[in-house]
């Protein structure tokens, strides 16, 4: 039986861009479903590296203007990899269009912004998902799996940091190619946007929603140069965010992240303390999932190390792959979003997280950076 | 030359009483000095306990009434291993008798009665010091020493924690031995005062004065059977604390402590991110302290284990103890603390942490309460 | 400019079809060169399978029959995926039809069929490979580079153990999908020929010639049923094979690979102990290089977890992947050997390990299995 | 009701002395019992120097002369810590004069003579032990109980290591202060005897008897200076020593000892792989215990790493010292021989390892050394 087209138009093709590009190159092969993935477009205002992009790539073709992208009958779905300030405004194009909407994290600027994508995609009934893709590493959602069997009890605890080190360097500059992520007008914030939404995603889909906020922002390097003006600007993003809180479960939140803790490259970890299990993860071990088990006799009780690899149904997604103890990295956390996107469109049970769910993390970030402004705590706000 | 003797009456007898001990038996041997610890005599209010407990740990005799041994003119220093809400009226007795006198943490039930205590002992003008026994812990010095050698740079970020899981049942009453720890009137507070204080006190070393803090508290199990009126009643203590602030050197804190975190049974964990150096110590691997040196070539960089047990002056206190690869435990960071505290005496340069330095932790732990309580920032007092 | 062609022709469709054809697919975007890689064909004799395969990894056509296959005018290359008791007679008949040839390792049944397979594509000067891909896993390619700046000093030790636990069950049969290396017609030997092998390639690639060996075989489950027969056989395979031995160099080799150690997966772990220098890898965790730097200030010395995911040069093949901290996969090293051997297309520098150096490791296995036979010392053989 | 003395004369006062001494003087406290040990004297030929050390660590008085000590009616207990040469003559007139012998180990310099001092305490009906003293570390312990319990089910695999790295500079001299462990004479072999002892020990102990052995050794640095002849000559141990075996229940030894592995100061680590669990310890982390359990459920399954810290029974020796999370050191292990052999006396059920259990251990070595030797296969001998 002939498989049903998805014809992908990318906006965008840094970092993103290839990690997606990659994925939808994968998932024919290893998760087969209803349909095979199309590279057909590109888009960006670069002619000459677009269309370089393009052929090293695969993508049929190019567009230098996202609109047309947008508007062209040939393409089924959009994916979103611009900066995020630009997030909204395609969005509210593609959906205007009738595409399916894939796009990069965070969702929006802010929830108010994301509100607006949420309506305009479920006015215009599309396919709709954001790439929060950590979500996907097999250990991940084998823990996802085991609360979701219950096996945690009355969860106590929750906490998440993702630390990196990558801009201690005062003469880094603002914006420019992967230095976008610094400048406030592209970024919109910055570690909570940046690395604290991957944190609050996971934590919500892990433990429920999260009631209320007290944070604390810092911004070490007050000035840097900025790309696009040539001069030395001060620096409207945070350096550093920290927050604590409560979810509605009666569960306490820990959360922080930072780009100046030197020694850590990408180091998201989460930790969840139930009354019958813990579990906890790290992205620089991201194949493993380390689990305690008060159910586990006493004297042989402590913290196991599982090896997510087995290829069988045991361990999400991995019975694709290889055989026993082979790790898969971390570009396949894309490849098996897509195809969960995939076969969300064949069974219409949307996969996660869509804009909707997306806009949760939405309210959290701006209740945190409102906290954080106003040194109080902050209730989380909802749709 | 004959050693000078220095007689111990300790009051209270129960794990710090044996920690103690052993630490005073022990130190003759592996840190010879002036001094000749004699365990002179042993208080508490149960005299066959008290005479078993000294004809066990070899202390010559008892008394049943510790006010009696702070008078005892055969007594050279007193040593307070009682809950904290005896820590001010035997120190108080302690320093108007002369004595000596070594507290067990944290040093009052509040900054107020630690004012006193050090009012007291100063101009008593008699030797002093607070049982914060993992600074002298081999892993936990060495990082002391990198710090005071200026290895780390500007500091960015301090975090501790500090968790552990034994309170989870409800069935656990507060009071009685060993669970005075539950009971407000006996502890002045819980995880705050009793494993918090630990961390600040490690923290005000390494790093300085923290200047603000903003705290959140929880009380996990509400009610529970009291020891002494045999009746269920409201447990007043913190069963998890929160908090960050900000160091005055600019760097940022983030501190949590818990016994609800199953799986943690006294996960004490440290780490501060330098621009040049981070390190990381954790009290279930004592003997280990991580170091990540920025300065290393960028190829072969990495977190080192560093194993603290080289027997040479490298690794503080190790080249009294055996060779290399041969950890010591928990305990010996008690023996060091009695040398430190003895050479102190000889050279009139007393260890520390004195009454006074150990009074920070306090105001440190009345700003974060009182900030869990308000609901709001709180500016961390000062003498 | 248009890009030189590279036409695979593949033969058989496990495991290692899926991996290498993986890296074919990703190659061209990740390491771009002056080849494009083209599936041309794949071959296996079941037809409908081997058409489904070729469906789903993009394979232009298929072919029943590997003799037609290696004969086809529009191939360029035959990659050899096939048990081993088929690797010589196919390679043999796809250098004497000009094929450059990618073999699955190890490169024989044993050194004598080898030598005829290096003579073949020695003879007919056809571009020529073993995929020995861990030698590419960046962590792996960073400890050759270290050991070849000479860091390590005069080395003392290597040891390497390969350890697996899939076996252990006795109603595991002998022959059929994926359980011909239980069958030693098709595979030639056990865990030597299937795990010691990678450890050997990787210890001669780092240490130099292995002199001497003396080893220890065991078959831990003598009988299995045999697929092909229907019935119960003797089993021909070593389930488990450890030798010790001597390097050229003077260090000593201690080796052990086993099929029955309850708890391993694909634990390939190998540590060299250099006078300056040592250094630690495990397949478990295989983006991590353990180092322990002797020159290293001795109070600070420990054994640094060197994080290999650094996009820069520092760092090898990960400059073309994502970002510092974000590990790659078991497959990547498939794609990686790809890429260097098509690199040695156009630099006519070959990639190794050629069939050439491969066949030092079947001198080794030969002499091992010798050794075990004998229960005595057994001297290398060498081409 | 008063306690019997147990009036104990130690012959030597090194590295063992100090760590002997020190459990003896922990016991009374942490582990009481019908005894209490009287450190009564102390023996060695430098009469200044052994003063020094009886006045330091509390013995009674002196011996330069360990004949006279070996004869003093005052005394029961003869502990031997001297280079292993004189073991067996302390040890023959130690048995003559009717004293309970506690010896380091190894027992004897060879099996031939090892066994003249088993008839020796056998006949004399003298309480007798060696101290190897790793048994007693919980964590090993508790390896042991679940060994017992029949939990592993058969055994395939037993590998055990001790690398050191302290002998690689070639200007330390043979002989010596701390140095007499490279002087063949006074030490009988290199690390087979210092470190695989040990492992071998504590194999026998945990897998029965090895029949079969198959040895390497090397002497890496072939020439030291000789502190007592003052001239450079040969050196007559072995600096590594590997050998792999079988045991009686079929499973198959691994063993590797060496002083040249650069990074490792005193890493015993053994592994015992079962069919239903493995079980992994290592002298780095003394206080942890990794286990495999593979009646886990599959999607849980991992490598546990158990605190053993537990103040319960379940923990071995641990309800005697602190609270759970807080470990033990290394000296520790040598308290629980102590308190075993006391108890030992008490019931009447010799705490192991007996002379005749630690004679085992030399038929092991013999045949390591005979099959190095002989480059051949050895059976051990037996008594």
Not at 188 to 207: E, K, M, Q, R, Y
Not at 326 to 343: C, I, P, R, W
Not at 376 to 381: A, K, L, N, P, R
Request: glycine share 8%; hydrophobic share 40%; proline share 3%.
């Amino acid at each position: 039986m002939a498989k049903k087209q998805f014809r992908v138009g990318m906006v965008g093709y840094g970092f993103m861009g290839r990690a997606h590009t990659n994925a939808y190159k994968q998932v024919g092969q290893f998760f087969p479903s209803d349909y095979e993935v199309v590279l057909q477009a590109v888009s960006a205002r670069d002619a000459g590296k677009v269309k370089a992009f393009a052929d090293q790539w695969g993508y049929a073709n190019t567009e230098t203007d996202w609109r047309k992208l947008v508007e062209r009958k040939d393409i089924d779905a959009i994916d979103i990899c611009t900066p995020n300030n630009l997030h909204a405004e395609i969005a509210l194009a593609a959906a205007a269009n009738g595409k399916a909407i894939l796009c990069e994290k965070p969702l929006a600027m802010d929830a108010a912004e994301g509100l607006k994508m949420v309506e305009a995609v479920e006015k215009a009934k599309v396919p709709n998902m954001v790439w929060y893709n950590y979500r996907r590493i097999p250990a991940v959602t084998l823990a996802k799996r085991l609360i979701d069997e219950g096996r945690l009890g009355k969860v106590f605890h929750y906490r998440a940091k993702f630390l990196q080190d990558w801009t201690i360097k005062s003469d880094l500059p603002q914006g420019g190619a992967g230095l976008w992520r610094l400048d406030l007008a592209a970024a919109g914030a910055g570690v909570s946007g940046d690395l604290l939404a991957h944190c609050i995603d996971t934590a919500l889909w892990f433990n429920g929603r999260l009631d209320t906020v007290c944070a604390m922002t810092e911004t070490f390097v007050k000035e840097r140069m900025h790309t696009q003006t040539g001069k030395v600007e001060k620096v409207g993003i945070d350096d550093a965010c920290t927050f604590f809180g409560r979810f509605e479960n009666g569960s306490l939140a820990n959360f922080e992240s930072t780009r100046y803790a030197r020694g850590h490259k990408a180091l998201y970890t989460l930790e969840i303390n139930g009354e019958d299990m813990s579990l906890f993860w790290d992205l620089h071990d991201l194949h493993r999932l380390q689990i305690f088990d008060y159910k586990d006799e006493g004297k042989i009780r402590g913290w196991k190390s599982v090896h997510v690899t087995d290829n069988s149904p045991d361990h999400p997604y991995m019975d694709k792959w290889w055989v026993p103890g082979l790790a898969v990295g971390y570009d396949t956390s894309f490849t098996h979003q897509v195809a969960d996107f995939l076969e969300g469109l064949s069974t219409g049970k949307p996969a996660s997280p869509t804009f909707r769910d997306a806009l949760e993390t939405q309210y959290v970030l701006d209740a945190v950076l409102d906290s954080a402004k106003k040194q109080q705590w902050v209730t989380v706000g909802k749709a």
